[in-house]
């Protein structure tokens, strides 16, 4: 949530801060501003819209701004306070001296603001960053000068989540950062040094990563990046290398991020499916070492994870479930994991599943698992991120950048590395057969040539989101290896087309939801061609007897289950196991094409964010 950048160097700073904030717009927010030097003092810009908007008025600021070499800019996502221009970041101190930007939530600002107006200092805004403005003006002031001391008061004061980036009126060659529960990434390239919450804003100028620790300051200036505690001492840090292509995060020829995303699925699956297997073998072994026979003293094992990676944990679970039926396999939502008894210890596994590797529920939930001495596995797509620094074991996802707020090409690669995660595992137990661990790889490897043969149709499945964009609602329904396909193809059109929509497992049709059946509310089954088909539709039927309209997604080939849809989408067939691989392209594909027919504004959605940083 939110997006910070900062530059401090020998260019000019205003165009380098925009372009940065620009490549996190994907994160979520509702108003911008920027904060530039000029001789002798700060010139604020804010603006409630976007970026685009905030450019035009630094092109109406002095020209001697345009030549500024360092300045910090934020977007934000209005937690405490209006959506005003005056609550936009950055914030200044009443006496000028100090302009900040902040990411996440401070907690005791009530407090803080109090204390502050009783000694005479007036607040200009509702937010809960100002008040950690002011507060930083003052103890700079009671600290003579000195920097360093009074970041460290300011930390000392404030209980909450922030990641904090300022700038001081009398110190022109100098940001300052500080990190606690929400994430800051620097850099620095000989010349300049650069800040901002998401990687991708600095692919452009670095691919050498400096990620701030919990509890840590950065000290940004032309000549030299510092790092110290929260405690004043020093601390050494060597940067890590992204590899990531900048171009990964641009759209190309595509109208949407999220149109772009979804056509690389398939070379995110094969990448996965190249780097861990070996012809019809798992090969993990290089990417995750747990101790030697582990896996055969564990009696749990937990997937953890909130949104869409919630909903890859379902496949995960189960793919393991059918290939071992003696293991206690659970999923768990992070914010409620956090907050329940949970039991774990030396014979549980726990997995933690983060896009960014930054989400503040499943952060959490992952150090109380570590206090229980349960044996922990991250899996994120950002190297170097919180989760990965603070898990033992990490598996990193080959997705690459991924820029739309809807998850797409991040999901496959978590599904993608999360089978083979089980595989591996059982293999490590001795419980996975030859026969399977080749017939699921066998149908890995197929994947990617179908998953294209189904993009390639999007015609087809555009026409039909055309159709039913009217509907006043849907509901998704599957059995079995369906039911995670039927939460995140709801989920989806939630998140981008703004229609009330809900996941069922067939089953559950006939204990209450289907008395809200009637013709103006769409109906879309998952209906591969497995063990379960005949009871799937026996549950369509029931939805049709309602008058309810059908579109089925069904195996290639299965003609018959015409009789029970008003709509068909056929998709190849695989594996039951893997099926999830195959049948998300339709409903991703879908409710991106209902989403352009209502002219939504796909890849930046309403009221969400693409990371979230705070509880």
Known sequence: MCGIMGYVGKSPASGIILEGLARQEYRGYDSAGIALRREGEIINAKIVGRVSELVRKVGELPPECSQSTSGIGHTRWATHGGVTETNAHPHESADGMVVLVHNGIIENSREIRDELESNGIRFRTETDTEAACQLLAVLYGTCGGDALKAMRKLTSRLTGAFALVIMFRDRPDEIWCARKGSPLVTAFDGSASYCASDPTALLGHTHDLCFLEEGELALLSSDDLKFYGFDGQPRDKSPIHLNWDSVMADKGHYEHFMRKEIGEQPDVLRLTIDAHTIVTNVALEKSITLPKGLMKKIRRVQFVACGTSYYATIVARDIMESLDGNLDISVEVASEYRYRNIRGGEDTIAVFVSQSGETADTLAAARIAKALGTHCIAMTNVRGSTIDREVEHTLLSLAGPEVGVAATKTFMGQISLLALLVMHLLKERETLSASDEARLIGGLRSLPALQQSVIEREDEIAALAKKYCKSKGFFFIGRRECV??????????????????????????????????????????????????????????????????????????????????????????TEPELFPFIGVIPLQLFAYHTARSLDRDIDMPRNLAKSVTVE
């Open 484 to 573: 995670p396909l039927t939460m995140e193809g709801a989920l989806k059109l939630k998140e981008i087309a703004y229609l009330p929509s809900e996941a069922y497992a067939a089953g559950e049709m006939k204990h209450g939801p289907i008395a809200m059946l009637d013709e103006k509310l769409t109906v879309v089954a998952l209906v591969p061609d497995t063990d379960l088909r005949e009871k799937t539709l026996s549950n369509v039927e029931e939805c049709r007897a309602r008058n309810a309209p059908t579109l089925l997604i069904v195996s290639e080939g299965d003609h018959d289950a015409s009789a029970h849809a008003n709509d068909m989408i056929a998709v190849p067939r």
